[in-house]
């Protein structure tokens, strides 16, 4: 009933959302900054021009993340930083960055956990078609190897794309995220074609190049599904569900994770999908699909599913009223006990949360700190369930919170506040919320102040 010993407490953050310094030292333009010009497409305008101005602020923010124990930091290379075209020539003080943050962890004992790429995409290359470039698996390689060459010496964790459901569904279907476009169906499965392929070169370089044993995974993202009930038939009705496609819709978790862990397409999507699938050779999935350590899975809430008596499954309605975040999402812990087992049943990888949090109505009170109770308790009851997961035999390694410090959350700009950390962004202090001082406990403890699943007190219900 406890955490595995090696068990890595950490907490996340990306690019883009917590940098800023977007036009500092040479570095090249990403298809954020080019969106978040474009008026009214985030909350007010906002952009991550400076955010939380980490490109300068690192070793304050580092030593804070010391202060809260963390053993990793889960964080994101700005690919144009390095590349300011995409590719070629690179930008020595762009990628110096990346060094002396990467340093100032190991000095303070956190691992680096490296995302190549959270979604900030070289302007260059959109130019250049972007995903949709059949070259651009090509250049994601020569991106992957220009970071592997320079940080691998000291980088041991990496996962390669983040939540490409989002960056190519979000971004080229419904034109929420950057680039902000409204592709047809058939392009956005060949974006997702290439962008498989493109994790599939990246791992292949950092296992060739890599000077210290890489661990390698990606950060997928999908939909988690939880049963109304315990019983088998529910459960099952929910496995077969979580793992189906029966829309055409980038919201599945099969498209991406099946090619990328048992090399192929799913057999219903490639059906219902038809002749929109782009046209592939059976030997892209030699590429895809490269041996991985372990599924990176970012999870925030899920849908609850009962079984039919024909066989089938219905998606059942919240009861009015339930828990929710400021970005509305509902507060469904349990999300963390079924996903990760669904998952770790289908893939047999061992299972890393890379992101589980909530954006809270976060201020600073009247005494002069931030108390976010409801985020401790959300945090509490979404780590009991994982230790729950563990204690029904999955293989679960790690856990990151979203997000180490307040950031720009994309099209929903500042108005989210999702930290540990609370951001002050007129002035840049930082403030430890009382969730960051709680968590520090539970990594003192190895989770041992979690505690197992209470029963629900009445008269929350999900
Ligand atoms: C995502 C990203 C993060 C978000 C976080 C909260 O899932 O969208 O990985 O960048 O900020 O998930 O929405």
Redesign the pocket.
């Known amino acids: 009933m406890s955490f595995p010993k090696e068990f890595i407490w950490g907490a996340a953050a990306?690019s883009y959302?917590v940098e800023g310094g977007a036009f500092s030292d040479g570095k090249g333009l990403s298809v954020w900054d080019m969106m978040s010009r474009w008026p009214g497409r985030t909350w007010e305008n906002n952009s991550g021009d400076v955010s939380c101005d980490h490109y300068h602020r690192y070793e304050q923010d580092v030593a804070l993340m010391a202060q809260i124990g963390l053993q990793a930091y889960r964080l994101s290379i700005c690919w144009p930083r390095v590349l300011p075209q995409g590719i070629g020539k690179i930008n020595e003080k762009g990628i110096d960055f990346y060094d002396r943050l990467v340093d100032s962890l190991l000095a303070h004992r956190i691992q680096p956990w490296v995302t190549l790429f959270?979604w900030d995409y070289p302007y260059e290359l959109f130019c250049r078609g972007g995903w949709l470039n059949p070259e651009s698996p090509d250049w994601f390689a020569e991106y992957a190897r220009v970071i592997a060459d320079r940080l691998s010496d000291r980088v041991t964790h990496w996962m390669t794309q983040?939540?490409p459901q989002?960056f190519i569904g979000l971004g080229h279907q419904d034109g929420y995220h950057a680039p902000g476009l409204k592709l047809d169906f058939p392009e956005i499965l060949l974006a997702t074609h290439h962008a498989l392929l493109a994790h599939g070169k990246a791992v292949q370089v950092l296992r060739s190049r890599a000077k210290s044993t890489p661990t390698i995974g990606a950060a997928p993202?999908g939909v988690t599904l939880i049963p109304v009930s315990n019983s088998e038939a529910d459960i099952q009705a929910t496995r077969k569900r979580m793992f189906s496609i029966s829309e055409k819709t980038y919201w599945t978790n099969t498209w991406y994770a099946d090619p990328m862990i048992l090399g192929c397409y799913p057999k219903d999507g490639l059906e219902l999908f038809g002749k929109a699938v782009p046209n592939f050779r059976s030997s892209d999935f030699d590429i895809i699909c490269q041996p991985l350590d372990f599924y990176g899975a970012?999870m925030?809430h899920a849908e609850r599913v009962r079984a039919l008596p024909d066989g089938g499954s219905e998606i059942v309605p919240f009861d009015p009223g339930p828990a929710v975040t400021t970005?509305d999402w509902k507060i469904v812990p349990e999300t963390l006990y079924w996903g990760p087992r669904f998952l770790y049943e289908r893939y047999k990888l061992p299972i890393v949360v890379t992101?589980n949090g909530m954006a809270n109505i976060d201020w600073i009170h009247l005494d002069g700190q931030v108390h976010d109770p409801q985020r401790i308790d959300f945090l509490h009851r979404y780590l009991q369930q994982l230790q729950r997961a563990i204690d029904d035999g999955v293989d679960a390694r790690g856990y990151f919170v979203?997000?180490i410090m307040d950031n720009f959350?994309?099209a929903f700009g500042y108005r989210q506040r999702?930290g540990l950390i609370y951001v002050d962004y007129t002035s840049q202090k930082r403030l430890l919320k009382d969730s960051a001082l709680w968590y520090k406990e539970v990594i003192a403890s190895n989770g041992n102040r979690i505690g197992t699943v209470t029963e629900d007190r009445a008269p929350r219900q999900i």
């Open positions: 990306a959302q959270h983040n939540e989002c993202v970012n925030y970005m992101e979203w997000s959350e994309w999702f």
